[in-house]
């Protein structure tokens, strides 16, 4: 990456810290820290660098899809629960103007029919969902290869 190329900023919501302790059966037993880690391994392949912000607070998310409108080049999200109801996500997002790829460890539309609706899809150039943490090493392939 060269040094004037921002950041791409994974964002995970609420409840993604507890990965590998929260229904593992859906979720996996692969932790946020494997997560990063994987993120960290897969940036370094393509080129790219990450940055991570985890909150189970939408302002906070949505403060810092704000910040990242200025210090980032793409974003990486998994708004959790958020992603099927905010409309405040959904508006920050727009207004980032950045690429952005959705994330979903788990495949919901294979789930409970709230989980079929996300208002992050409509945002996104592309959605990656049920391949468990590896979506987001996909998800940032797909920013290296064809957008960043």
Do not use: W
Not at 79 to 107: C, F, K, Q, T
């Amino acid at each position: 990456m060269s040094n004037d190329r921002k950041p791409v900023l994974v964002i995970n919501g609420p409840n993604l810290n507890l990965l590998g302790k929260r229904e593992p059966g859906i979720y996996g037993a692969a932790t946020l820290a494997d997560m990063e880690d994987l993120c960290r391994k897969k940036a370094a392949d393509v080129g790219l660098e990450v940055e991570f912000f985890q909150s189970n607070h939408e302002g906070a998310i949505v403060d810092r899809i704000h910040v990242a409108r200025e210090e980032s080049s793409a974003i990486v999200i998994n708004g959790g629960a958020l992603g099927h109801y905010s409309i405040a996500l959904h508006d920050a997002l727009r207004a980032s103007e950045l690429p952005i790829m959705e994330v979903h460890i788990s495949n919901g539309t294979k789930r409970e029919s709230f989980r079929h609706h996300s208002y992050v899809t409509v945002t996104a150039i592309g959605l990656v969902k049920g391949m468990g943490i590896f979506g987001y090493g996909v998800a940032l392939e797909y920013l290296a290869t064809h957008q960043l």
